[in-house]
């Protein structure tokens, strides 16, 4: 039983990693069904087996998955540090790094994607949205541990997100750490204009 | 002669205008070469007439476009103010509004493509980090006018828009003004914070 069970496990495991990394390199649309398959190692047929929906309803877990692993490193380098402006900017450094390593390739697992559903695919989007609410969350937490009040917490949360990812498509696009090291250091600035109204 | 030549500039400008709208709308590969030639009132014929490289030319061209177009909105807004920190305020107040009034589709014309055409297309790639180094010059230039040191105005329009493209990427998946009001404010925190050093 064990070993049965086992097999199908690991096929949808593979579906969902393999589109995942695959949304991050090029968004959802560029990646025809067939091939997300082929390179899962998974036919056709037991795609449809795990998610009858089809693709929109893998893509909709490789989303989860990427939602998952973002927050991983962004909570290991937030706690890396005490002082939050510290610990974004740590935050700006390693992404700028682990892009480097991946020769601009491993960006944001989500914003391609989440550019392409906007008013498109409802449930993809709601997926997208349900990533970046967490994200911000966990920077918001070490805000909030830090003494800020809540409000100017979730505030500064919601743009130290949204600066990062935009730095993030302009680091690939350029293919340089620059964008994200220079955001880390004006989101640090920022944070630190604020120490004084804790 | 005017006649029969006004006719082909007239297609192509229509090619590029809805090449632009659609990949604007949900990036370069959710539109197949077939429905982009029916919007635009044009043959497939005359599409390879305009552009014997195809679809990817043609998107070069339309990422041009909409560089033209953002550029024009940015220029405005920031002229609309003498204060750098108001005039980019003003800028994301402008891009709420304008978002909202598309129902959440008119974001920029350029994220979508430049996040799928990363390692993969680098042709579209340049037109991208083109159309990125332009607004970043524009948003340069007011910082070094109110008399902002010129490396510190570099590094801050990097960071104004690279905020404002992630902001916007956030409104338009939530649906909400919200992120691009708040970098908005955020961003005119941080440039008031350099007054001092001009």
């Avoid at 089809?54 to 005490?82: C, P, W």
């Avoid at 390739?105 to 709601?126: F, I």
Wanted: charge should be negative.
């Amino acid at each position: 039983m064990t070993t049965t069970t086992s097999v199908p496990l690991g096929t949808r495991d593979r579906l969902v990693r393999t589109a995942s990394r695959l949304m991050q390199h090029g968004g959802y649309e560029s990646t025809p069904v067939k091939q997300l398959a082929k390179e899962a190692e998974a036919t056709l047929g037991s795609l449809y087996h795990f998610f009858p929906g089809g693709k929109q309803e893998l893509a909709v877990a490789a989303i989860g998955h990427g939602d998952q692993e973002f927050a991983g490193m962004l909570a290991a380098g937030l706690a890396s540090r005490t002082d939050p402006a510290e610990a974004v900017e740590a935050v700006a450094v390693m992404l700028a790094e682990a892009l480097r390593d991946s020769d601009w390739r491993d960006g944001c697992p989500v914003t391609a994607t989440a550019l392409e559903s906007v008013g498109r695919m409802p449930e993809l989007q709601a997926a997208c949205a349900e990533a970046f609410a967490n994200w911000r969350r966990l920077v918001e937490e070490k805000l909030v541990a830090s003494g800020l009040a809540e409000e100017e917490s979730r505030d500064l949360a919601l743009t130290v997100i949204n600066t990062l990812e935009g730095a993030e498509t302009a680091a690939q696009v350029d293919r340089s750490q620059t964008p994200l090291l220079t955001a880390g250091r004006h989101l640090a600035r920022l944070l630190r204009s604020y120490a004084g109204t804790r």
